[in-house]
């Protein structure tokens, strides 16, 4: 026996730390300016997959979609027990929503075939918690939200605890499924040092090509091929290799467009003094009203 | 996929668990009431369930114009594929051009699950809904009456704006506890839309096996509004005026160690070192000191409007509001100030 499952992570910036660098002057997020980490879910959705891996056997596959060096992740999975790793990347996944997202995601997901794909509730850049749902939809899954513990596992289905914050409910799904996991499902174990030190080396062709343009000593093919033998190569896919439908993706494949950023990085403290009058307290919740802090 | 039309009407979904409805869906009528008026278009609840028409009277009162009601025995219990098979059909049917959902874990479940299917935008946890233009420099176009879906990101170091102007419904699902509690009118009736539905078995993807859930809790850590009282506000009778203020702003009371103490309120609503740390969007200190363990829970708070009659109040340190008064004055003008919405 055992499972071929499927974990999506991704990259995101560390949100605790921003300061008001991480801003560009349009509005957009200057992810360069933010340490780049593991979303935390992600890495319990890996978890609990290791888990099912440990107790049944099978294969860990974790896949991310971003740019090359995205790649940070992947190793990080790979470190911490995964079989195999793939990049989906492609300029034209840019400006994805979470819609286009899920469904260049389950075209990668199709070509693993696998019995259970995880990932994690939500990313701490977005919190929105949408690219589970949407990915079970498209791959046209059940889909197990919130999923706090493992109960048991079938050869076709698969029961599980969730969590619903005022109540938790065990349900039983037919595999293949799509769970989305929550932090308080498990303690991510760490990596041993000695794979870590091997996973560095981990690298997809691009960051490859990228190193033969500086180095003309580096054969590309033949080092990927080096890598691949020790297990060591990304797999980097593009929209062609996932023969995926291009109206579904990047920038037209998203209904969801950005109107509006207001930045909410506080200066330094300011208080400010309202008069105990209507007239004072009337301009102070006009101003509460217009800075969207009520509605 | 939906094509964009104006006549479209406003959809909230009506989430009910076991026949009683929840209140983010009840709020959310308010907001949706707010919206249906300026697009001039009538506001429909969809509820779904079994044996549930009863609350179509409750969903009349708080505002919805139509109830669009969805029964059958399969929809008793909330499940992903069975609610979202059914919604599906009825966006295809009716073409609404919003549709809102609490964000509740059902609706955080089934909101994008329905999105995917009718192939529409969704945005996540919106904070406030708005109806504004949006001007596509690019090929100088308007796009006019949108729905304007603000939500905080990246951690809440962001206000985003998201809009949707070429693919319909637009869809959002809205944090409990945002919008404000209509006052139910029971005068007002909406008309009833009894659709027929189609399900079997196999439309229930995953079985419930067993279930166990609570009565809900004051869930401060999810409030984005809290009023706290301190022992200044006097007496458990006076702390209503924090209950009140607290209502008007869709937020929750809260309270220090010494207004618990003094029994003005029970312990589930205490707030910092020895309570519950808080980090709402707005938090309302009514008459409330400021010890070093009550600012311990409740610093990270993104605004902080103090109120107290001591200048010196140490709250007023960490204050972006600033108002030396008597809240018995200061508080009822403020439940004013927000309802006039000035």
């Known amino acids: 026996m055992g499972y071929n499952c499927v974990v999506l992570v991704k990259q995101v910036p560390d949100t605790k730390r921003i300061t008001g660098q991480a801003m560009n002057d349009d ?7 933010l340490p780049a980490i593991f979303n935390p879910e992600d890495l319990n959705a890996l978890e609990l997959a290791l888990k099912i891996k440990d107790e049944f056997g099978g294969v860990v596959t974790v896949v991310t979609m971003g740019l090359p060096n995205a790649t940070g992740v992947l190793r990080e ?12 990347t492609d300029r034209r996944c840019a400006a994805s929503d979470t819609l286009a997202t899920s469904y260049i995601l389950s075209c990668a997901v199709k070509k693993l075939n696998p019995d259970i794909v995880l990932c994690g509730r939500q990313a701490i850049d977005g919190d929105t918690a949408q690219v589970g749902p949407q990915l079970a939809e498209k791959l046209e899954l059940p889909q197990i ?15 599980v605890k969730r969590n619903l914050g005022n109540g938790w409910q065990e349900v039983k799904s037919p595999l293949p499924a799509v769970l989305t996991v929550l932090d308080t499902a498990n303690e991510p174990r760490v990596g041993r040092a000695k794979q870590m030190m091997k996973c560095k080396a981990a690298k997809c062709r691009m960051e490859i090509e990228a190193i033969a343009k500086e180095d003309d000593c580096i054969d590309v093919d033949a080092t990927c091929e080096a890598l691949d033998e020790k297990g060591l190569l990304i797999k980097q896919w593009d929209l062609d290799f996932l023969e995926a439908d291009l109206q579904w993706c990047g920038r037209d494949g998203s209904p969801t467009k950005v109107h509006r950023i207001q930045s909410v990085v506080l200066a330094a403290m300011d208080t400010k003094d309202v008069e105990a009058t209507q007239a004072g307290v009337d301009s ?12 | 996929m939906i094509e964009v039309n104006k006549q479209g009407q406003v959809w909230v979904f009506a989430e009910q668990h076991k026949g009683k409805l929840e209140d983010t869906s009840l709020e959310l009528l308010s907001k949706g009431r707010e919206l249906a008026d300026t697009l001039n278009v009538p506001l429909a609840a969809v509820l779904l369930g079994d044996n549930v028409s009863d609350l179509c009277l409750q969903l009349g009162h708080y505002g919805a114009d139509k109830v669009i009601l969805a029964e059958h025995p399969l929809l008793e219990h909330y499940q992903t594929s069975s609610y979202s098979k059914v919604i599906d059909d009825l966006i295809a049917k009716h073409k609404p051009q919003i549709v809102l959902y609490g964000a509740t874990p059902a609706g955080r479940d089934l909101a994008p699950r329905i999105a995917s299917a009718v192939k529409a935008g ?18 100088n176009t308007t796009y006019e009456n949108l729905l304007l879906q603000i939500r905080p990101a990246f951690g809440g170091n962001i206000i985003a704006t998201i809009i949707n102007y070429d693919r319909w419904p637009q869809m959002a699902t809205v944090r409990e506890g945002v919008m404000p509690m209509p006052e139910p009118d029971a005068t007002r009736k909406a008309e009833v839309i009894k659709e027929t539905v189609h399900l079997t078995q196999t439309d229930l993807a995953i079985e419930i096996l067993a279930e166990h859930m609570e009565a809900k809790k004051v869930d401060l850590k999810a409030s984005r509004v809290i009023v706290a009282g301190g022992a200044g506000v006097g007496s458990a009778d006076n702390f209503k005026k924090i209950w009140d203020l607290a209502h008007c702003l869709g937020g929750s009371p ?31 200190a009514v008459g409330i000191s400021g010890a070093i363990q009550h600012q311990a829970g409740m610093i990270g708070s993104q605004k902080i409007i103090a109120i107290n009659n001591d200048p010196k109040a140490p ?6 509001y600033k108002i030396v008064g008597d809240l018995n004055d200061v ?8 309802k006039e919405k000035v």
């Open chain 1, 27 to 33: 509005g957009t997020v200057n992810r360069a300016a």
């Open chain 1, 77 to 88: 999975g790979l470190y911490r027990g995964a079989d195999q790793a793939v990049l989906v």
């Open chain 1, 145 to 159: 939200t919130y999923v706090e513990d493992l109960v048991s596992l079938e050869e076709t289905s698969i029961k």
């Open chain 1, 284 to 295: 102070m919740i006009h101003e509460l009203i217009q800075d969207h802090t009520i509605g």
């Open chain 2, 122 to 139: 969704l945005t996540a946890d919106c904070t406030d809904l708005q109806i504004g233009n949006h001007e596509v420099k690019k090929t």
């Open chain 2, 254 to 284: 809260g309270a220090t160690r010494a207004a618990v103490d003094l029994g003005f309120i029970n312990h589930d609503h205490q707030i910092g070192q020895t309570g519950t740390t808080v980090r709402p969007s707005l938090y309302i």
């Open chain 2, 315 to 320: 709250i007023f340190d960490v204050a972006h």
């Open chain 2, 331 to 338: 508080v009822p003008m403020m439940i004013k100030a927000i």
